[in-house]
């Protein structure tokens, strides 16, 4: 407790259990709040929201065997998105391990593949340090998640606090500042490109290098398009944002890659939903690639200028080399360029038709009216989660929270009580399908033991509406166990859990419900009856050409 005091931990999401009985009875002996979860993927999932949310590193506690394993979902989900979280378990005794005892798993073996590092710690003379340790490595570097496994012999031995040592670790050095010739044959792709772009990603927000990005974007007169994890890190209201890339993104973002002379593709890694085919993604472009994980560059796109260093403090050093360049008339140069995108822009938009059934984009838009943007938007996986990315437009970072490189469902809600302990003043939206709610619902006690007023907004289609979608477009219609009309009633079921529950079945219920729903104190559920097979468009099929968009 004294080490995690020292690491300005205030907040431990956590669930108790017999091998962690005397961390708890320390634990209760300190003003570290105790968040209690309903299961301990939810205890991992809460960690990850309150340290997205709040730019810290996110702590959960759980006991051995079934509560470990519980964990492995959530430690997953924070390793595929680079989340900075410090997994605590307990463990069996020392002499007990590998004996079958009761409640013994190799959570360390077990979780090797899905933490950047994780820990059996072997004296209590170590924990102090250890635990130092695991901070440092979940921060520095690229983030993600570590976990410390502490057998009950070692946590219920007394021995004086020796304070750690400070951080050395002769192996591990991260790469922070750029080298500066690379820098510098990026300022030359930078003054020839006629049509540059640059791709952020979830690197610039983990960085905070959203100034930067803005700095350089404007300067320069380059639009900006951003992966799933990067939405927030350009404003989405400014005129050079192209919207969101890949998969589903918008059809302007799509076809500025395929024609775009330079890409300057910052904190990404190049997900194969970002990228669809990739001998054809961004053909005729020079490709810089800027992330401080050097195993991150040139893994799923050949790139031609390579610069491993921080988002923040490359972007900045590349900023002030640039500010002191002669770029000539950059304005008059873009004009071509940026009167193409506006042209693609006003060919294909986002739309859709609201008439008699009430459409998910709706609800999305509606929301996004009611809270001025500002609110923090956790999401499901899913449908729910791709039309929260197309329509609530994100103008800061840290605002958008999901699960992006896993597509975990049961995220949103754990994610989205993280995030309200973490900004307690703050509006939390967590964006839901009918089906993927359904996964950690139970986390809605939570909520409601802890005051906390997350808001639960469920576009209800009695489908799982992504998988619906492809049988629909790839599988000649047949819904083969994606039905889900055999369902709670939600409003009944937040009212047992002792929150309130609404619902919209009419379009013209939508506002009305939204506002009271977001003026309820307390947890809220708001179930909203949307359009059954509804699909998300823009769609690139799996493999294909990012520009191959279907469209409608």
Same mark, same amino acid.
């Given at each position: 407790m ?14 108790p ?6 961390i ?41 065997g ?5 964990t ?23 002499q ?26 072997q ?5 102090a340090?250890?635990v130092?340790?695991a ?12 976990? &410390?496994?502490?057998?009950? *012999? ?10 750690? @040592?400070?951080? !050395? #670790? +002769? ?26 772009m640059?791709?952020?990603?979830g ?13 350089l974007?404007?300067?320069?007169h ?15 209201n400014?005129?050079?944002w192209l ?13 500025s890659?395929?024609?775009c002379?330079?890409?300057?593709a &910052?904190?990404?890694?190049? *997900?194969?939903?970002?990228t669809?085919k990739?001998?054809?993604?961004? @053909?005729?472009? !020079? #490709? +810089? ?8 560059i040139?893994?799923?796109?050949h790139?031609?200028?390579?610069v ?21 008339n950059?304005?008059?140069r873009?004009a ?7 042209e ?14 009430i459409?998910?984009q709706?609800?999305?838009?509606k929301l ?8 923090i ?16 437009h994100?103008?800061?970072p840290?605002?958008f ?12 809600l754990?994610?989205a ?17 009918d ?7 139970q ?10 007023p997350?808001?639960?907004v469920?576009l ?12 629909e477009l ?6 083969v ?7 709670p ?20 219920d939508?506002?009305?419900i ?5 003026e ?8 909203f ?7 998300v ?8 050409p ?5 469209l409608?």
């Amino acid at each position: 407790m004294k080490t995690l005091k020292e690491e300005g931990v205030d907040t431990i999401f956590g669930y108790p259990g017999g091998a962690v009985l005397d961390i708890y009875d320390a634990l209760a002996q300190t003003d570290i709040r105790h968040i209690l979860v309903r299961h301990e993927q939810a205890a991992v999932h809460a960690a990850d929201g309150f340290a997205r949310a709040k730019h810290t590193v996110g702590v959960s506690l759980v006991t051995s065997g079934p509560g470990a394993t519980n964990t492995v979902t959530g430690i997953a989900s924070a390793y595929c998105d680079s989340i900075p979280i410090v997994v605590l378990t307990g463990q069996v005794p020392r002499q007990l391990i590998g004996n079958d005892a009761f409640q013994e798993v190799d959570i360390v073996g077990i979780t090797r593949p899905c933490t950047k590092h994780n820990y059996l710690v072997q004296r209590t003379e170590d924990i102090a340090q250890t635990v130092k340790e695991a901070f440092y490595i979940a921060t520095s570097g690229r983030p993600g998640p570590v976990l &410390v496994d502490l057998p009950k *012999d070692i946590i219920n031995t007394k021995i004086n606090y020796k304070k750690p @040592s400070p951080i !050395n #670790i +002769v192996s591990y050095k991260p790469t922070y500042d750029p080298n500066i010739k690379q820098l510098k044959r990026v300022v030359s792709l930078l003054k020839k490109a006629e049509r540059p772009m640059i791709f952020a990603g979830g690197g610039i927000i983990l960085s905070g290098a959203s100034g930067e990005l803005i700095k350089l974007a404007k300067m320069l007169h380059i639009p900006v398009t951003t992966s799933l994890m990067g939405l927030g890190a350009f404003p989405g209201n400014d005129p050079l944002w192209l919207g969101m890339i890949g998969m589903h993104g918008t059809y302007r973002a799509n076809m500025s890659t395929a024609s775009c002379d330079l890409m300057i593709a &910052v904190g990404v890694r190049f *997900d194969d939903r970002v990228t669809g085919k990739t001998d054809a993604f961004a @053909s005729q472009a !020079n #490709i +810089v690639h800027i992330d401080i994980d050097p195993t991150s560059i040139r893994k799923n796109i050949h790139v031609n200028v390579p610069v491993v260093g921080d988002c923040q403090r490359t972007l900045t050093q590349l900023n002030d080399i640039l500010q002191k360049e002669d770029l000539g008339n950059i304005e008059k140069r873009r004009a071509s360029w940026l009167q193409q995108i506006y042209e693609w822009r006003m060919d294909q938009r986002l739309a859709y038709d609201q008439k008699d059934i009430i459409k998910p984009q709706y609800v999305i838009e509606k929301l996004f009216e009611l809270t001025h943007g500002d609110a923090i938007i956790t999401t499901e996986v899913g449908q729910n989660q791709m039309w929260a990315a197309q329509y609530y437009h994100f103008n800061q970072p840290n605002r958008f929270i999901t699960s992006g490189g896993l597509g975990c469902m049961g995220f949103g809600l754990p994610a989205a009580i993280g995030a309200q302990v973490a900004c307690p003043d703050k509006m939390v939206v967590d964006i839901a399908g009918d089906g993927s709610i359904q996964m950690n619902i139970q986390e809605l006690a939570t909520a409601v033991q802890f005051n906390l007023p997350v808001k639960v907004v469920i576009l209800n289609n009695q489908y799982l509406g992504m998988v619906r979608q492809w049988q629909e477009l790839f599988y000649q219609k047949k819904y083969v166990w994606t039905n889900m009309t055999c369902a709670p009633d939600f409003v009944k079921l937040a009212e047992a859990f002792g929150a309130t529950g609404f619902r919209a079945t009419r379009p013209e219920d939508v506002v009305p419900i939204l506002q009271k729903g977001l003026e309820t104190n307390g947890p809220v559920i708001m179930d909203f009856r949307v359009e059954q097979e509804e699909c998300v468009y823009p769609m690139v099929p799996a493999g294909a050409p990012i520009t191959e968009m279907l469209l409608v």
